[in-house]
């Protein structure tokens, strides 16, 4: 190998092991709350569940998932499926809190959209 690759993956991952880890702790513990409270606030939320930044919010049926995460698109927020009645949020490990808030903004409002179409 190169010296120059050898000393660029060292660095990385020192820097993974140290400043990334702890910022995927410390902002995937605020938004792990943030998606907790949709327990209590939202009719289409059944469960949360994670560790650090990957998040995955489990919804009542795979049509409300499906609707959620195509909306979520639409309004600039990436989110994966997780099998038939989960989305999940895996954002990078350089995520803010700022960024964060944003994201679940996005989120809490669609939920919202939604659940006033289906009354």
């Given at each position: 190998g190169?010296p120059?690759?050898?000393?660029?993956?060292?660095e990385?991952?020192?820097?993974?092991?140290?400043?990334?880890?702890?910022?995927?702790?410390?902002?995937g513990?605020?938004?792990?709350?943030?998606?907790?409270?949709?327990?209590?606030?939202?009719?289409?939320?059944?469960?949360?569940?994670?560790?650090?930044?990957?998040?995955?919010?489990?919804l009542v049926?795979?049509?409300?998932t499906?609707?959620?995460?195509?909306?979520?698109?639409?309004?600039?927020?990436l989110?994966?499926?997780?099998?038939?009645?989960?989305?999940?949020?895996?954002?990078?490990?350089?995520?803010?809190?700022?960024?964060?808030?944003?994201?679940?903004?996005?989120?809490?409002?669609?939920?919202?959209e939604?659940?006033?179409?289906?009354?």
């Amino acid at each position: 190998g190169s010296p120059l690759g050898c000393v660029a993956a060292l660095e990385t991952i020192d820097l993974v092991e140290t400043e990334l880890m702890a910022n995927a702790q410390r902002v995937g513990a605020h938004l792990m709350a943030r998606c907790e409270e949709l327990l209590d606030t939202s009719s289409l939320v059944t469960d949360v569940r994670g560790k650090g930044l990957m998040i995955g919010n489990q919804l009542v049926d795979k049509e409300a998932t499906h609707e959620l995460m195509v909306r979520c698109f639409h309004n600039g927020l990436l989110t994966l499926p997780a099998g038939h009645k989960a989305m999940r949020l895996s954002p990078p490990l350089i995520l803010t809190l700022r960024e964060a808030d944003l994201g679940f903004e996005i989120l809490r409002r669609v939920l919202g959209e939604i659940e006033a179409e289906r009354v």
